[in-house]
């Protein structure tokens, strides 16, 4: 069941009329679409293969939630989003570059423990290389890579507007989409390392030929919701 976490205070809004906000990893274009918005393109490669990745460079604290809206203008692959993301040590995931393996944009830079980084991801659009709609859209924890909760696509639609609301509280994530829950998951594993808190938001584009344009991006701090931790416990 959806849990309701208001807006308390924005942190940062990005209409981008210039992309300086945004880091670029990988493969593919960041460009300014036709209609304004960031376009992000990964075209030539393959899904596991080198993605476009654009980072937001602010550091981001816990209990926020990330609203934005995507078009994706073709499918010949799909679009992840990174939650959290920094180096396990505590490394800047853009600042501290250089301090860690090499990363050339292939899924494995993300997600494998070689490569020294921590996040939550969640894909949507899911269109396979060949263009076929997947269905579903997954949660995973890195590293490792490890399925913490799936629910069915709603991103379906080539050349539809779609409103994203993606929530993170601690090992609880939501996405609503068109104001609409989706999926989400409550993790609450610290065996192995902890629960990934703060760092940094996020785009992967992966596929054969796949283009989103994004608008109208924000960061809105969020406060805790402590009955999801008692019936987790409970």
């Known amino acids: 069941m959806p849990v309701i976490y208001p807006n308390l205070e924005l942190l940062h809004a990005d209409d981008f009329a210039d992309f300086a906000n945004w880091h670029h990893e990988g493969v ?7 209609e304004g918005g960031m376009r992000l393109h990964c ?36 679009v992840i989003n990174y939650l959290a993301i920094r ?19 292939i899924m494995a830079n993300y997600y494998s423990a070689k490569w020294g980084l921590q996040s939550y991801h969640m894909s949507i659009s899911r269109f396979n290389d060949k263009g076929v709609h997947t269905e579903t859209s997954n949660w995973r924890r890195n590293p490792g890579s490890l399925l913490v909760g799936h629910g069915i696509d709603p991103c379906k639609e080539i050349g539809r507007r779609y409103h994203l609301r993606v929530v993170k509280d601690q090992g609880h994530c939501q996405l609503f989409v068109d104001g609409v829950f989706a999926h989400g998951f409550v ?29 109208a991006f924000r960061v809105w701090r969020v406060a805790t919701a402590p009955e999801v931790w008692k019936v987790a416990q409970g």
Do not use: N, W
């Open 43 to 78: 075209f030539g490669s393959r899904q596991g293969g080198q993605g476009c990745m654009a980072f937001f460079r602010p550091v981001l604290p816990d209990q926020v939630a990330f609203e934005y809206d995507l078009i994706v203008r073709s499918h010949g692959g799909l």
């Open 28 to 34: 593919g274009r960041i460009a300014a679409g036709p």
């Open 187 to 215: 993790d609450r594993d610290t065996t192995s390392l902890p629960i990934p808190d703060t760092g940094r938001f996020g785009f992967r584009l992966i596929g054969s030929d796949v283009m989103a344009d994004i608008f």
């Open 87 to 105: 180096g396990i040590k505590g490394e800047g995931l853009i600042e501290d570059i250089e301090r860690m393996p090499p990363r050339t944009g």
